[in-house]
């Protein structure tokens, strides 16, 4: 009975390929033989897909869930004592699974693509579905021929190994699929840009209706960075959240060039500027998506994050990135002369010159972060050495780059499209170079020296007084226009332009993170000790005393716990209970840290060996204000979602450079 | 909105960028596929040339002492192992079918050193998977460990007759990676 479920599900997967082999040739069909029909089968096709990779993936979850080992992959990442959410999550827990769960939300995207656009973008469907359908192609085989999850296991074993211990936790619950959804959503502004260049329309209705699918997976490319960087914060017991490990930075680099892309589009829509570059980013954002998942599956670089070594499946891998890279690229090449902007840049510093240097700043940052990630690959191959550039490289290359990229958050939005006059400018920025020039010097006063951290802080004063100034600059201009009182013309205009406010939102979480991770960096205070029960020992403002260690029992782990007893000052804090867990079924130790998290800062504290006589060492670590990081993210959610609820406006006017309009959209002015 | 269309037509576009971005992208598609031929478990070492650090250690499951010279004068090889050690696990059948096929033929002499462990857990794990059929040193606080330079388990070094170390071999090993190091050391099966 549980083996036929499997089965079903591998046969709905390989039906999918059947599917999606035929959805391209129909695509292409429907345009070279102008026969509409054969569109709408393929269409039909890929929405089909969608269920039948809902089928594949149901099938694994359930061989999980009634614990059916005669499933390889259930065999090697779950057992029975294993708790049931974490059965159900096993499904992207290794390789072979999270590559369907990539499958399942590629299907998603495509299925949601061809029903949303149908009627908006008849011209362009064919080929973006022809791009899905493709890339669907390639996962499938993938999939089925080279990481099956579906592959049985006889004798089917009476007791599963485990899940990674280090995944049994509920931020490895999100933390992929969030990560996924990110990578697979830039397949949309792929798609539309490779329909763009096929049809060699240099019009700006591509990015125009990309802009929210493109908004959506920055969203949660930013979402999985932020939970694996808390994940790793929590779980990994080393007090940080970021470590520049090639898969981290694998993660960053698409992030970096869709942040470039959220930005740039903008110029398209409002001005049509930078036809080639926008094209150049969608193509080049989903390629580096699918860099990481090359880098990670295929053994070429050594990282914590790496899956299990295949060289075929390696092989595979590069010639899949090769057909995305050489294949979106060459035809970017060849139309190119079709995208020459009618305009061009004017004025020496206007919204358009900011939003150059934004990708300017950008793109070198993701240059700067690909060579410091494929060095050691290069070093390798060519000087036969075995290198590793670690965290003090991209902490003195990529942050000062970032650092100017937040100071001009504080001057692009603001600035005017076109060409500002130096008068106008200098009304703009002279409250926001006051407040920079506070932050520096309360910088100051707290014993920064660097320059950096320095510029830091003013660019993150210069950014929140530059968005009020503005803010309130629009609200006199409304309520004088208007009449209305001041808070029912707050409401009105950031209801009325939600794209620009949540913008806002979202630079406001930016500024966030970036304070938290200056502060948590410059003024973290870490001490290990060892302590006999009843010892007491210092850190940051707290006193923990040490009450002894004892033993605990989970569901498929027995754990050493410490209690450790909080006081600061007079008050009491409680306890807090680190611990160190076996997971008897596979061998591993893991690390339970404990920590106390407010606003103003984090203790944190490990448990390490036990030293006999009842003494144990602690390390603890004091955190200021790390918390910011992750109030900043739910910031960043809260504006984005803002942003993305922007109603579609109605199909009216047309944009400034749609010469050849497939759908009519007006652009509406905003930040991202 | 207005559409504005300058005169002047200077074009985004110039010729340059498209054979170097054509090239960029097929020069690291070359790195990667060149990547993808190395062998990631290659490590290498300072030790790799020199003679084997000399240790003196309890004998795991059994008295006296196991001495590094007093394994001298033949083909050595050394693993380092621990029961805390996963991929320890998956090496383990590789382990004993060398072990039982070369410990008889005194070719070669086969060491292994449990690396931070305790000896209850080693004992258990040897009788859950399988006792090696060569003895085990106790490196339980990893002195031993530091002088090999070892920073991840499992790791086995290949030691020639004369004393010097020939190979070092990061993770687990598997039987083409055996048959590659023995012959490096001289030995032939």
Redesign the interface.
Known sequence: MNGSIIEFGMAAASLALILSCAAIVLALASVSMRHPAFAAVAGRALVVNFVLATVACLSVVWAFVYNDFSVAYVAQNSNTRLPLIYRITALWGAHEGSLLLWFWMLSFYSAAVICLHWTTHPRSMPYIMATFAAVQTGFLVLILFLSSPFTELLPAPVEGRDLNPLLQDPGLIIHPPMLYLGYVGFVVPFAFAIAALMRGSSSAEWVTATRRWTLFAWLSLTSGIMLGGYWAYYELGWGGYWAWDPVENASLMPWLTGTALLHSIMAQE??N?????NA?LAIATFALSLLGT?LVR?????SVHAFA?D?TR??YL?AF??TV??GG??L??MR??T??????V?GTLSRETALLFNNLFLIVAVATVFFGT?YP??A??FLG??VTVAAPYFNKTVLPIMVAVVILMAIGPVVPWRKATRSHLQKLLVIPAMAALAATITGLTFGIRAIIPLLALAGIGMVLAAIITDTLRSLRARSSTTGESSHRALASLVMWNRRRYGGYVVHLGVTCVAFGILASGLFQEAKTVVLSPGERFEIGDYILTFNGMESVAGPNWAARQANLEVTSGDDSLGSMQPQRRNYPR????TTESAIRSTLAGDLYVVVGEELGQGRASIRAYSIPLVGWIWAGWLVIVVGSLFALSQPRPAAS?Q???SRQVDAVTTPVGGVI | MTTVVSNTRKTFVHAWWKPLLLIATVGLLGLFALGLGRDPTFMPSALVGRAVPDFELATLSAAGRTRSGDLAGNPLIINFWASWCGACRSEHDTLLKLGRELQGSGQVRILGINHRDTASNAERFLSSLGAFPYPSAIDADGRTGVDFGVFGLPETFFVDATGIVRARHIGPLNERDVSRYLAVIGVER
Do not use: H, N, Y
């Not at chain 1, 995208?339 to 061009?344: C, G, H, M, Q, Y």
């Open positions: 409002k001005r500027l930078f036809q080639g570059w150049f090359f295929s053994g070429v670089l050594t070594v060289p390696g092989l590069l990135l090769a890279t050489i690229f060459s970017l090449v190119a002369d995208l020459r902007s009618p305009v061009r004017e494929l690959l290069a390798e191959v050495e075995r596979g061998e591993m130790t006017r944009s400034a450079g």
